[in-house]
């Protein structure tokens, strides 16, 4: 049976749901592997932002798994979310990356917000050894 890549795909929550915070509060973390995928997705759920607040969010690759090398993915800024966007996402998808690994970088600025959690998806997930 000849799987299509959607049918070989896998979902994982990369960074949990994080309490409100203020003032260039950034979120990252430990950088993801996705060596093993065609492509993948991030899905970023953001909830209540206070009046004045702000949430911004981009991409970060690199080829190091400590992350020492990860720069930033050109063009992978997203449009700032300010309080009038309570309880919206970004989602963005990257297809046939070009480093191995992938961090996504948040930034919370001025006044309290929440994030619920960060999402990434692989589609046409790789196979080892056959």
Known sequence: MNLAPIERSILDQIIGPQAAAQTLVSLNNAPV???DCEG???ITLVGTIATGGTVDQKLKHGDLSDGSDLADVEGSAMLQMN??????MWRTGVLNSTKKYISPNI???TANSDIRGVLL???GLKRSGM
């Open 33 to 35: 592997d996705v060596s």
């Open 40 to 42: 993948f997705e991030i």
């Open 83 to 88: 309080d009038a966007d309570d309880n919206k």
């Open 107 to 109: 930034t919370r600025g």
């Open 121 to 123: 998806i692989k589609y």
